[in-house]
């Protein structure tokens, strides 16, 4: 028999029984009692704002799936771009599919011209994650026909060209940074090859990344795709849901990603790695982190009580890749760093373990990215999953404009005072 809860409204005395789904309590049953009556929610702790097909996480059984296949499987035997198609289209691509994919997006790499006029005009130390999230805004004014977004050939021709040129628009907001010329796409190159070609390549003919590195970071892609209704894919949604285009959605998910509680925590882990300075300074920042005097960036999950499953296999990779590139000097710091804390009651207590930034941003600067680069290389394969999930919103039947009520707890009416009389 199907669950259900009763809730009562004990001024009236009414009752109303509502099916318990999926662990979830649909708010028609408030309405049905008051339609007045809210719930104060803040930070959407107990709010599930949509059904979804698109990820499953696990919080407390520290479990990740994408389409219901499980993270370890497709960050061992998958690419990103499959995971990009799995993740848009719901099933894996046969053989033909997926050569059509993989050949629609490569020849969408290149970005029009004035773009890079468009970067000329940033400061030449301009932060990149700005420049990114700046210029995928721009790319609505050069593809009026992304506004048609129940078309849906005009909608997946959108995605394509987001998912091809978000690796294009990172790397370039890096080469400006650096006051390098700008690299075209290589379209002879697989995805993550093609952005190193582009980050890297100076003097020589072609740029031929090390393909254990390239591997290295396809699975740090496949690990970033999609996470279900975290700040920046709510971002999506919620600007989504006003039927913006998707370059503008997608400019306003990745300004969500950039804030350092969210995709900025990679960048953040390693300043304060260096801040620390030594593994001997461990204990005494573990006990200004327990004073209230920061954070342990990379450490805790709204979701993930448990170990994330993203770090455990970041932490593999980071092995093979400390293999070629030698180690990091600050690993030894963020080792000592977990070992502290996860035998200390303050985090056992809380439940925070390392999450997917504690090490990924230790690679990322093995393989020679500046930190600035760190939450753009979040952005790149997230960009799959915010476009999933808008395009889940669009198709489905039970959204609306996304409009929050609030608890008001402001002045009550006054008069106004003019100014000689304040
Ligand atoms: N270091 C020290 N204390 C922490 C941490 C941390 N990293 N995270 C949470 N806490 C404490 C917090 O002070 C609070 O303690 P108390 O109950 O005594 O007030 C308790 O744990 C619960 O914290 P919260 O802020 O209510 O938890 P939340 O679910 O709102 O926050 C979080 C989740 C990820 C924002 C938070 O854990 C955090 O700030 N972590 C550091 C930043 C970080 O690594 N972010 C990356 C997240 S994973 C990738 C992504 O989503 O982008």
């Not at 259900?4 to 049953?29: F, M, N, W, Y």
């Not at 591997?215 to 920046?232: G, M, P, R, Y």
Request: aromatic share 10%; glycine share 6%; with cysteine.
């Amino acid at each position: 028999m199907a669950e259900t809860i009763t809730i009562t409204d004990d001024r009236t005395g009414k009752q109303v029984t509502v099916p318990l789904e999926h662990g979830t309590i649909p708010s028609s049953a408030l309405r049905e009692l008051d339609p007045d009556l809210r719930v104060y929610d803040p930070a959407f702790m107990s709010t599930a704002s949509c059904s979804s097909t698109i990820t499953l996480v696990d919080g407390d059984a520290g479990i990740l799936r994408y389409r219901g296949y499980p993270i370890e499987q497709l960050a061992e035997s998958s690419t990103y771009l499959e995971v990009a198609y799995l993740l848009l289209h719901g099933e894996l691509p046969t053989k033909d599919q997926f050569e059509d994919w993989r050949h629609e997006v490569t020849i969408h790499t290149y970005v029009h011209e004035k773009v890079k006029s468009f970067i000329d005009g940033f400061h030449y130390d301009a932060h990149p994650m700005g420049v990114l999230v700046s210029t995928v805004a721009a790319l609505s004014t050069f593809y009026p026909d992304a506004k048609s977004i129940f078309d849906e050939s005009s909608r997946m021709k959108q995605v394509i060209r987001l998912i091809a040129k978000m690796p294009t628009l990172a790397a370039f907001a890096h080469r400006y940074s650096v006051g390098q010329p700008f690299v075209y796409p290589d379209n002879s190159l697989d995805y993550a090859s093609n952005f190193l070609s582009m980050m890297y390549q100076t003097v020589e003919p072609r740029f031929d990344a090390n393909p254990a590195l390239a591997k290295a970071l396809d699975v740090l892609f496949i690990l970033h795709a999609d996470h279900e209704q975290n700040c920046s894919t709510t971002a999506m949604r919620t600007v989504g849901s006003s039927q913006a285009d998707p370059y503008s959605a997608t400019a306003a998910a990745a300004a969500a990603l950039y804030g350092p509680l969210h995709g900025g925590a990679n960048e953040a882990v390693i300043r304060m790695l260096q801040r620390i300075g030594s593994v001997d300074q461990v204990p005494a920042f573990i006990e200004s982190v327990k004073q209230g005097e920061g954070r342990l960036m990379g450490f805790g999950h709204r979701v993930y009580k448990s170990y994330d499953p993203r770090a455990t296999i970041v932490k593999q990779t980071a092995d093979e890749v400390f293999e070629i590139t030698g180690s990091n000097p600050l690993l030894d710091i963020a080792l000592q760093l977990e070992s502290v804390a996860l035998s200390d009651d303050y985090f056992t207590e809380r439940k925070l373990y390392p999450n997917v930034d504690f090490y990924s941003g230790l690679i990322y600067q093995a393989m020679g990215f500046p930190l600035e680069m760190f939450t753009v290389l979040f952005a790149i394969p997230r960009t799959s999953g915010w476009l999933a999930h808008w395009i889940e919103l669009l198709g489905d039947k039970e959204q609306k404009i996304a409009r929050p009520r609030q608890k008001y707890v402001g002045a009550e009416e006054r008069p106004y005072v003019p100014l000689d009389d304040r």
